[in-house]
């Protein structure tokens, strides 16, 4: 196949069977490092991860090997890392490492994509080789100015970036053990298991680079499905330090977390051109709420005011989200299209979009109490269920068989969505009883 | 994991009807009816523990916090007169139809209401052209009049005559004996029919659910690949037995006059085989739509899927089956045991929201 077939394909290599997709992707990777074929990548990388592809060791792979975790997500509903490295930077990093290093030498480090007694040895040299090139790099690199050698613009998040990877690749020996001990990822609940893990290597961290210490943090914090649930962690860990170090790491990672909870409440803001799916928004509120709570412990056991008035800030942009964009009209938008279906139309698109809203509603009933909505969320529920019990009653009045009886199902329906299976079975019941069933 | 498979039932009655319930606990569990001729239900897999749980069909609503949509249609059945596959299905349509199940549900009941009166009137035509065909009549005449018209209906009267003349009996005779075929073929339909009829869908489908999850399990590390195997393997063994009955069954018809001059004896063995069909497929409707469904998820709610088949898969009665299944199923549950399955949400022990929409929304496509 030529490689312009290949690229042509695009995203229609997401559908194709797995054996075929397997085929190639191997084929792609035997074709080498040219850009288009980056790019294809990039198009099937989140099939790729999918899939588990074993893709072949490549020595640019192994010099990714100890930031990988910190790679934007693929997936746009998994959390972003909180300190995020871009493909695209790497990819222009590495032929600068490549050349700095020199061909000879890499050959010299080809033993570590291989298993044997010698591998981890040669990977630790290699990135020990990696890590000083970056650091020239990292001192030379500017924010604002264009890098003629990475053809790329440097901005402040990639001068920190590459600082970054210099930092980590520094590390790299600790950062393979500590992906050892947080695996799989991601890792849903940090046992004891976990946090000594980290803790011991932490330690060792601590003592050799102290500056590594918050990277390697965030890095433990990438591996995990949620990284807020690292900053309650910490508290059990003690990585040898003075409490003032301690203290200030962990007001820097705080800040990180409470940043990235900013950013997400942020991220479901309706415009006037679209308005955001409001189950959509439902989930993201819940989410947040339980990594605002979680933060929120954490931050108390800190005893540390500064970040109270943020995370009142970040309830409160959650609050005005639940109640403008979920709890708001949610009443006349379900009543509206129970109606419609009296009238004889059926709106599909319309019942749909109710039916998510009286779910949003029925998920906003569990975070409603801790963002202050549960009075408002009580009376918009009431209010819809009143109505809907109205139309209930008058659409069946006929029978479950009458003309009307889709209408009055479907309104008992709604009251499930709204207020669970008990209330809508009590009046199925109380209607039905009562009228020629 | 407990599954319907470690009770090893005799005959297809005692396996019982599955029923598209849309609450997590009971989707797919099946309704039987006791030694008093009331019906009863068998629930596996509850609260991770042994054995099955045979609730009175009554007493369900109690027993369980349940949808509205599954008290209409616990109703509905309660109801009927049977809990044959074909009852069920009945009542799983006009319980979908009403909209307890949402719009998506009311589309697809419709849609399969609308297929099955095509398929009616296709098989009556199909089977008057045989009719004819069998007396050495043309029936271009009537295509041409249309059948629905009062000239075609007028036409097909008259050569209808001439047929049962041909064939030594008289017309109403002939017309009864068609009609009764029909009623049995309906969900069947002619191996020549131009659109087949919806159990010829299913077994193909059922063929096609065998290969992926072959192919699935087939090097795959997980440990729900055993459990993938077995599934595939009882997929096998079912499509064997359906394509069987099926082949007998369209030799039956391909001899249309034989069957119409020995129709006494020919009825039984029709309907028999009929019957057992909708038996033998009873259930994988709603399995295989979830496994198309998982194929395109990852690999860890592919494993989830893949158990949850196993929990309900219709496996074949002893009586049906020559190797036993029920004891290859006990084999792999010691092997491959797993601790937790959460139906309701943790933190509220309310029903899970999102995977009754999950349900329903595969519950839709596989009406």
């Known amino acids: ?437 | 994991m407990r599954s319907l498979t470690n009770f090893a039932p005799s005959t297809f009655e005692e396996r019982g009807a599955a029923v598209a319930f849309t609450t997590p606990v009971l989707a797919q569990t099946r309704v039987r009816k006791d030694s008093r001729e009331q019906l009863e239900v068998l629930i596996p897999n509850l609260s991770e523990g042994r054995g099955i749980y045979v609730v009175p069909w009554k007493s369900l609503p109690l027993a369980f916090p349940m949808t509205a949509h599954d008290r209409m249609l616990h109703d509905l059945i309660a109801k009927g007169e049977g809990c044959s596959p074909d009852d069920i299905r009945k009542a799983v349509l006009s319980a979908a139809r009403c909209g307890l199940a949402g719009p998506h549900a009311v589309e697809a009941a419709e849609a399969a209401l609308g297929d099955d009166e095509e398929q009616r009137l296709l098989i009556n035509y199909q089977l008057i052209v045989e009719a004819l065909k069998s007396a050495g009549l043309e029936s271009t005449d009537i295509l041409r009049a249309g059948l629905a018209s009062a000239e075609g209906q007028k036409l097909t009267r008259d050569l209808m005559s001439k047929a049962a003349g041909k064939l030594g009996m008289d017309p109403p005779e002939l017309y009864a004996r068609i009609a009764e075929l029909a009623g049995y073929m309906e969900s069947i339909g002619l191996a020549t029919s131009p659109k087949p009829a919806r159990l010829r869908r299913l077994m193909r489908d059922l063929n096609s659910f065998r290969d992926s999850m072959t192919e699935w399990a087939t090097d795959n590390v997980s440990e729900a690949a055993p459990i993938g195997g077995f599934c595939a393997e009882v997929a096998e063994h079912t499509v064997n037995h359906a394509r069987n009955v099926m082949t007998q069954l369209d030799q039956s018809v391909a001899a249309f006059e034989t069957l119409l001059r020995q129709w006494d004896v020919k009825r039984g063995v029709v309907r028999k085989a009929t019957t057992r069909l909708s038996w033998l497929l009873d259930g994988w409707e709603y399995l295989i739509v979830l496994w198309a469904d998982a194929v395109t998820r990852s690999r860890h709610e592919q494993d989830m899927a893949v158990n949850e088949i196993f929990r309900v898969i219709p496996l074949l009665p002893r009586d049906e089956a020559r190797i036993e299944l029920a004891l290859a199923a006990e084999k792999l549950l010691s092997n491959n045991r797993r601790s937790v399955r959460a139906y309701v949400d943790w933190r509220s022990g309310q029903l899970d929201v999102d995977l009754v929409m999950r349900i329903e929304t595969i519950k839709g496509r596989a009406a």
């Open chain 1, 1 to 437: 196949m030529d490689i312009k077939d290949l690229i042509a394909l695009g995203d229609k290599l997401l559908y194709i069977d797995e054996a075929k997709f397997r085929q190639i992707v191997e084929l792609l990777e035997q074709m080498g490092d040219h850009p288009d074929i980056q790019r294809t990548i990039a198009v099937i990388r989140p099939r790729m991860v999918e899939l588990r592809i074993h893709r072949r060791p490549t020595m640019k792979r192994l010099f990714c090997d100890p930031f990988e975790d910190l790679f934007e997500a693929l997936d746009s509903a998994a959390p972003l890392p909180l300190s995020v490295i871009e493909r695209t930077l790497m990819n222009s990093l590495w032929p600068l490492v490549e050349e700095k290093i020199g061909r000879a030498k890499l050959k010299g480090y080809h033993g570590a994509l291989h298993d044997g007694p010698q591998r981890d040895n040669i990977a630790d040299a290699f990135w020990m080789d990696a890590a000083e090139v970056m650091a020239g790099l990292s001192a030379g690199s500017e924010a604002g100015r264009f890098d003629g050698a990475m053809e790329l613009r440097l901005n402040p998040d990639r001068v920190r970036a590459i600082a970054d990877i210099a930092t980590i690749l520094s590390i790299a020996p600790e950062i393979r053990d500590l992906k050892a001990v947080l695996s799989p990822k991601p890792v849903t609940k940090l046992h004891k298991d976990h946090i000594d893990g980290v803790r011991d290597i932490g330690r060792k961290v601590a003592r050799a680079r102290p500056e590594a210490l918050k990277i390697f943090v965030l890095v433990a914090a990438a591996r995990l499905s949620n990284p807020s649930i690292l900053l309650g962690g910490l508290h059990d860990m003690d990585f040898g330090q003075k409490p003032a170090e301690r203290g200030k790491l962990l007001m820097e990672l705080t800040d990180t977390v409470v940043g990235q909870i900013e950013d997400r409440s942020r991220s479901l803001k309706a415009t006037p051109d679209a308005v955001p799916d409001r189950l959509a928004v439902a989930d993201l509120a819940v989410d947040l709420v339980a990594s605002l709570d979680a933060t929120r412990n954490a931050v108390e056991l800190t005893r540390n005011k500064a970040f109270d008035q943020r995370l009142k800030e970040v309830r409160h942009s959650i609050h005005d989200m639940v109640k403008t964009q979920v709890i708001a009209d949610a009443d006349s938008g379900i009543v509206t299209a129970v109606a419609r279906l009296t009238g004889g139309t059926n709106d599909k698109a319309q019942l749909l979009e109710a039916e998510n809203q009286a779910r949003a509603l029925r998920k906003c009933a569990t975070i409603a109490d801790s963002l202050g909505l549960r009075g408002e969320l009580k009376t918009v529920t009431q209010k819809a269920t009143g109505s809907l019990t109205d139309q209930a009653r008058k659409a069946l009045a006929a029978g479950p068989t009458g003309s009307t009886s889709r209408a009055g199902f479907t309104a008992i329906r709604m009251i499930e969505l709204l207020s669970g299976p008990a209330e809508a079975n009590k009046l199925m019941d109380e209607i039905l009883s009562k009228g020629p069933r």
